[in-house]
């Protein structure tokens, strides 16, 4: 069964500040998400991995297979970052979800 | 144009009644998920359903079922409704199992 951990869990930072998030895996999987879920509720599709790097803006998620790690990286981080942000592997279990119980963000002005 | 529609937004009933949560793609996406955020804020799925089959996570209560009339739809229907079960369910659709998911709005249930 794979267990998927974040750090920090929670993390509150100054408005410009370079943010990393982490998220450590157990199991081979063949995919990672990284979602942002708004004060508001709203759930919002970040990233999807495999491999490699992604870049979205001032968003950046890498993932190292072989460590079974990944980070959500946030460059010149801006008020409107402050989420949760959930790390969720796809790999083993009845479906292959597995979720990452969060990263509390607030980013202060 | 929303992407992921859910109905209702809100929910409110009481304990032992029946109840049903819709919810609509119009992204042509195969796959479709329903998930439970509780109290403390987790995710969890609870179905998903890809071109007819229907993966269901082993936690979730048999008085939940999901019904896909056609392959822009899949509704929740919950029998017999417990306190447990106010939390906020979302849905959710992808082009398949490993594509990005693109989530509806929610529906609070709230059961009294």
């Known amino acids: 069964k794979n267990e998927v951990e974040q750090s920090p869990q929670n993390l509150t930072a100054q408005e410009g500040e370079f943010i990393t998030i982490n998220c450590s895996y157990s199991?081979?999987?063949?995919?990672l998400h990284w979602l942002q879920q708004h004060p508001g509720g709203g759930i919002v599709s970040l990233f999807m991995?495999?491999?490699g790097k992604k870049k979205h803006g001032r968003l950046i998620a890498t993932i190292n297979i072989q460590e079974k790690h990944s980070s959500l990286h946030i460059t010149a981080s801006h008020p409107r970052d402050s989420a949760v942000y959930i790390c969720?592997?796809?790999?083993?279990?009845?479906?292959?979800?597995?979720f990452g119980k969060g990263t509390h963000l607030i980013i202060q002005p | 144009d929303t992407a992921v529609s859910q109905t209702p937004k809100y929910l409110v009933t009481q304990m032992g009644n029946d109840k049903s949560i819709k919810c609509e793609q119009n992204?042509?996406?195969?796959?479709m998920y329903w998930y439970k955020q509780d109290s403390k804020k987790f995710l969890k799925i609870m179905f998903s359903?890809?071109?007819?089959?229907?993966?269901i996570n082993e936690t979730v209560p048999n008085r939940f079922s999901p019904k896909s009339p056609d392959k822009a739809h899949l509704n929740l229907h919950i029998n017999s409704l417990e306190l447990g079960d106010s939390a906020v369910y979302f849905c959710?659709?992808?082009?398949?199992?490993?594509?990005?998911?693109?989530f509806g709005p929610g529906t609070r249930l709230t059961v009294t």
């Open positions: 992204l042509g996406h195969d796959t």
């Open positions: 359903y890809n071109n007819k089959e229907l993966i």
């Open positions: 959710a659709s992808s082009r398949g199992r490993n594509y990005e998911q693109y």
């Open positions: 969720v592997t796809r790999g083993g279990g009845a479906d292959g979800l597995t």
């Open positions: 199991v081979g999987i063949s995919a």
């Open positions: 991995l495999s491999s």
